[in-house]
């Protein structure tokens, strides 16, 4: 056996060698699939490992709850009609090539919008996160501080973010919409579980993925009974957080997004 290991990961190193990715567990409930939003190499990585686990359902941060309900059997056969029905072309995220095939590759999987709009963000912003979520805020976290050290820490994230252009005094505010994020995506992660009975796979950003604070521990929280798996998908080795799996793909060239602020 050990012989055999040794062969493959020789064979794995030689030049051109395809990248070896990992596997979830079978007994995996949900497997958070995270990305870089406009890296190419990640949604070609997302996109293989859908057509491996053959979910029942697919959550999308990307996509409103609205969103999703648009799309049918018939409109999700075609790239060009999907986009047009999703608007996603004109909705701020990466180009649709990208994203499309992650549809394609799980055909009869239910597919289920976990954003939150942006009136919905504004609106938090006034009414405070456990309003805004509703029934189940204290299940999934909401009502409880953060501890220091990760609020600090999650304000360090969104300052670096912002390219150092952020007013100190609206940094809580922005960890608080990132918190109410990750809870909606947990909690649409959830009724995925309960309204198919099956596995679900999650596609979101690396940020809402990992372990330690993105939905993966809200999920933990509310459903200790679920077994989750996380996938992180890093630039050049560069990730924060933790997940049960780290993958490394070339930069994307995007200039100096912080240029114009200097």
Same mark, same amino acid.
């Given at each position: ?62 996509? *409103? ?31 649709? *090539? ?34 805004? &979520? ?61 309204? *198919? ?45 933790? &997940? ?19």
């Amino acid at each position: 056996m050990r012989y055999v290991l040794m062969m493959a990961l020789l064979c794995a190193g030689m030049a051109q060698a395809q990248e070896i990715l990992p596997h979830p567990p079978a007994s995996a409930d949900v497997v958070f699939l995270g990305e870089v939003h406009d890296n190419p190499r990640h949604h070609e990585v997302q996109a293989e490992l859908v057509a491996q686990i053959a979910p029942d359902a697919l959550v999308f941060e990307m996509l *409103t709850p609205e969103q999703a309900a648009a799309i049918t059997p018939e409109n999700r056969q075609s790239q060009a009609e999907l986009d047009a029905v999703l608007g996603w072309s004109e909705s701020g995220w990466p180009d649709f *090539t990208m994203y499309y095939p992650i549809f394609a590759a799980a055909p009869e999987a239910i597919v289920i919008g976990a954003a939150v709009p942006r009136d919905r963000a504004r609106a938090a912003m006034e009414s405070g996160i456990v309003e805004n &979520f509703g029934v189940g805020a204290e299940l999934y976290g909401l009502a409880a501080p953060l501890a220091g050290d990760q609020q600090e820490a999650r304000e360090a994230l969104q300052m670096a973010a912002h390219c150092d252009a952020m007013p100190e005094d609206m940094l809580p505010v922005m960890v608080d919409l990132q918190r109410l994020r990750d809870a909606v995506l947990a909690r649409s992660a959830v009724d995925a579980v309960m309204q *198919t009975g099956g596995k679900v796979a999650v596609i979101t950003g690396n940020g809402h993925a990992r372990l330690d604070w993105g939905a993966p521990s809200l999920i933990a929280l509310a459903r200790p009974d679920l077994h989750i798996w996380s996938l992180g998908q890093a630039e050049a080795d560069n990730i924060s957080g933790n &997940f049960d799996a780290v993958l490394s793909a070339e930069p994307v060239d995007r200039g100096d997004p912080c240029a114009e602020f200097k």
